[in-house]
């Protein structure tokens, strides 16, 4: 079965390579999907083979162990903002300014 942070809608499948990472916006939690579970949360971004809806990639570290693809995302950084299902932390307006991580 394809593990957390993948999907596959195929059978058959022979190896974890050939699941297909979790789709940008979105995380998938547990294993042996058919899709994703569902959009990441606000206040976090997705890039790609996330697994959970609030992803921290621990030591800048985007390949944990027990992972087969890289996992991408993390909580939104200082000046941007993160509403729900981002793919990439969104920059503040021109003129406005956000001090804080984790914003939406």
Known sequence: PCPAGSYSNVTGLTEA???TPCKAGMYCQGAALTEPT???SERYYCVSGVDRPNPLMLNDSQCPADTVH?????ICP??????????YPQGCDPGTYNGLTGQH
């Open 17 to 19: 390579i050939e699941c």
């Open 70 to 74: 890289p996992i991408v995302g993390h």
């Open 38 to 40: 569902a959009q990441c």
């Open 78 to 87: 200082t000046g941007h903002y993160c509403p729900t299902g981002t793919i």
